[in-house]
């Protein structure tokens, strides 16, 4: 003879209680497997971010140096030499820029996942709560 679960209308209420209690537990545990999976998917992203943040000050600080130079060079040798260094200058700041932007852009797309998987858990948990104090009544 194997062993199966009776249909739900001949089991006792012990064995409901205990299938549903399985659920219950299988469910908080899948539950729990997909927070993880969503914080290190946000961590991830958010570290891409914060590198391109990283990228667009070097560049900033690149840009700061070679400002520097453009008004020594302006200052001691005329025209040519000094506009080479604009040059430069610029493209590194609109180069900081855009580094800036889609860094920005990656960290406000980071999602709100983690908070909807534990408002789920919490929810489960009370319906959990919940039906065994019924069972109880």
Known sequence: MTEQSPPTSEASTGQLITTA???ISTLIRDEMQ?????LADTGKRVGV???LFGAA???????LGA???TIILAI???LEPWIAAAIVTVVLFIAAGIAALVGKGRVSNVGEAP?????SLKADINTARHGSEGDHA
Do not use: P, T
Request: hydrophobic share 45%; charged share 20%; proline share 0%.
């Open 21 to 23: 209690m399985q659920d």
């Open 34 to 38: 997909l927070a993880k999976q969503d």
């Open 49 to 51: 971010g914060a590198g």
């Open 57 to 63: 000050g070097i560049l900033a600080l690149y840009g």
């Open 67 to 69: 400002l520097i130079a």
């Open 76 to 78: 001691s040798e005329g």
């Open 115 to 119: 908070q909807e998987r534990v408002a």
